[in-house]
Antibody
Framework: EVQLVESGGGLVQSGGSLRLSCAASGFSFRSYWMTWVRQAPGKGLEWVANINQDVSVKSYVDSVKGRFTISRDNAKNSLYLQMNSLRAEDTAVYYC????????????WGQGTLVTVSS | QSVLTQPPSVSGAPGQRVTISCTGSSSNLGAAFDVHWYQQLPGTAPKLLIYGNSNRPSGVPDRFSGSKSGTSASLAITGLQAEDEADYYCQSYDIRLSGLVFGGGTKLTVL
């Protein structure tokens, strides 16, 4: 069974930093693109960042470029999101998710971790 | 402003059929990238409902179907049930943004 379990969320002051982690199990982690998607309270889904299997490709939504860094450790079956210079508008539930083989579909999602940035 | 455009809400009575539209552009749906659909029940993570325009993952009832043509796509739900009340999102890949793009979401109300 595919499982994605996020951790590391919490309350942080504006300008602060936080590192999210995602532990993957039940599949060959090193074989898949992975992604972070966030959802602000009462709002829709927003893609945050992608990373490919061998870390040679990383992409970010414009609003987090230069502040967030996506990374992975295939030996530990783990995905990370380092978030610096946090702003109030970064407040959201952050989902770790797997990108499927077909055509960039997100086929498995974690339960999400809440990040709250206080101003 | 989402890259993919969906109606904010749709509604229907039990047993009826509803459709949810998703409109993109030449850098995503029009660039031959597939559209995918997700169902998000209140307080839960999204769940893949339709992938590759019209394919259902195992376990998704055949009451749900999807289609795509050019820069537009749609999700159809037939035989509406109370349990279908949820938020629905379309998603694709955008070549200009080099990332995933989502619609703003559509809230389905079963009357």
């Amino acid at each position: 069974e595919v499982q994605l379990v996020e951790s590391g969320g919490g309350l942080v002051q504006s300008g602060g930093s936080l590192r999210l982690s995602c532990a993957a199990s039940g599949f060959s982690f090193r074989s898949y693109w992975m992604t972070w998607v966030r959802q602000a309270p009462g709002k829709g889904l927003e893609w945050v960042a992608n990373i490919n299997q061998d870390v040679s490709v990383k992409s970010y939504v414009d609003s987090v470029k230069g502040r967030f860094t996506i990374s992975r450790d295939n030996a530990k079956n783990s995905l990370y999101l380092q978030m610096n210079s946090l702003r109030a508008e970064d407040t959201a539930v952050y989902y770790c998710a797997r990108v499927g083989y077909n055509n960039y579909e997100v086929d498995y999602w974690g339960q999400g971790t809440l990040v709250t940035v206080s101003s | 402003q989402s890259v993919l455009t969906q109606p904010p809400s749709v509604s229907g009575a039990p047993g009826q059929r509803v459709t949810i539209s998703c409109t993109g552009s030449s850098s995503n749906l029009g660039a031959a990238f597939d559209v995918h659909w997700y169902q998000q029940l209140p307080g839960t993570a999204p769940k893949l409902l339709i992938y590759g325009n019209s394919n259902r993952p195992s376990g998704v009832p055949d009451r749900f179907s999807g289609s795509k043509s050019g820069t537009s796509a749609s999700l159809a739900i037939t035989g509406l049930q109370a349990e279908d009340e949820a938020d629905y999102y379309c998603q694709s890949y955008d070549i200009r943004l080099s990332g995933l793009v989502f619609g703003g979401g559509t809230k389905l109300t079963v009357l």
